[in-house]
Structures are given as C-alpha cells and as structure tokens.
C-alpha cells in the first residue's frame, strides 16, 4: 500500500491541507493507516509532480500560508486503477508476532507474564477504538475490520496461553521436573 494512494484517497471529498490529511488519518483510519508530517508533504510533493494534484496557496495578510491540495482527474483515474488491482499478498510487520516468533528467547517463567501483557495492550487498543467516534462510509467498516482483527489476535494469544493438550504447541512454562 502506498501512501501517495491514501492521500487521494482521503482527498476525493475535497480540497485538504497537510494538517488536514493528517487529522483525517487519525481520526478516520486509525489504526489501519499513520503517515507523519515528514512523510506527506514530500508525498504531496511528488503527487503535484505527477499531475494527481494541484496546489492552491492561502494566506492570510499576516502569518503563515496555508497550501491546499486538490485532486486532479488524473488523480481519479490513478486512485481508481489502485482500487481495481488486486493487492499483492499481505506482508506486514506486525511487532506482536515478532515477538511471539522470538519468544524462545525469553525465559519459560516470564513467557506467560509477556502474553498477558500483549493481550492487556490489545483489549485496550480495541477500547480505545470503540470509544472513538466512527468514521463514515467505508471507513467505518475498514476500522471494524481492525477491531474484529484485534479480537481475533487476543482468541489466538488465549490458545498459547492454554493450549490444548494435542495442540503440539510449545509449552509457555519451564517443564515440570520429575
């Protein structure tokens, strides 16, 4: 996924300012989606290059200008093609799996302790998220897709925590000795 892709997308309603994209990511597509500063407005750069954007200056007489970005019909019909083409195969990186991958570094004590940890963060990622105002549209369905992606990873974190006895997974705890 590209940012440049985001940023027409967020753009198709209406004209936005770089503060303005960035609240909208953090309003609207948190938490399936987070660009800073540094990385839209050199963004927005190459998308005025490319034709997929027009720039518009405000000022006001005194203090700082304001740039407003537009999109173009070029930028339509790119943001279209991106909708229409299959996505490549998911690849993320995700740091909780990470993690869990890299458990057998961990001593066996502390290995359900960590587990807990994650599922504590990650009940309150999913409160955070429910508490927050939904977007609209499609939006809202893309931050219920990450809510119910949250809830899924606490059941799976709740299987390693107890797993069944034939599950053949690794055990979370040092063996008992005998």
């Not at 909208?24 to 660009?35: C, G, K, N, S, V």
């Not at 083409?85 to 961990?106: C, E, G, Q, T, W």
């Not at 893309?142 to 034939?166: D, I, Y």
Request: charged share 30%; hydrophobic share 40%; glycine share 6%.
């Amino acid at each position: 996924m590209s940012l440049s892709h985001v940023l027409l997308g967020l753009l198709i309603d209406q004209p936005a300012t770089g503060y303005d994209l960035e609240r909208m990511m953090r309003t609207e597509l948190d938490p399936i989606w987070r660009a800073e500063f540094s990385q839209i407005y050199p963004e927005l750069a190459r998308l005025r290059r490319a034709g997929h954007v027009v720039l518009r200056v405000l000022g006001p007489r005194r203090g700082p200008r304001r740039n407003r970005y537009r999109i173009t019909a070029a930028g339509r019909r790119e943001l279209q093609r991106w909708l229409g083409a299959p996505p490549p195969p998911p690849r993320s990186r995700d740091d909780l799996l990470v993690r869990i991958a890299l458990f057998d570094a961990l001593p066996p004590a502390d290995r359900r302790e960590a587990l807990s940890r994650h599922d504590r963060a990650i009940a309150d990622e999913i409160s955070r998220l429910r508490a927050e105002p939904a977007p609209r549209g499609f939006r809202r369905e893309a931050r219920r897709g990450a809510v119910e992606k949250l809830e899924a990873m606490r059941r799976w974190l709740k299987t390693l925590s107890h797993p069944a006895p034939s599950a053949g997974l690794p055990t979370l705890t040092a063996p008992k000795k005998k």
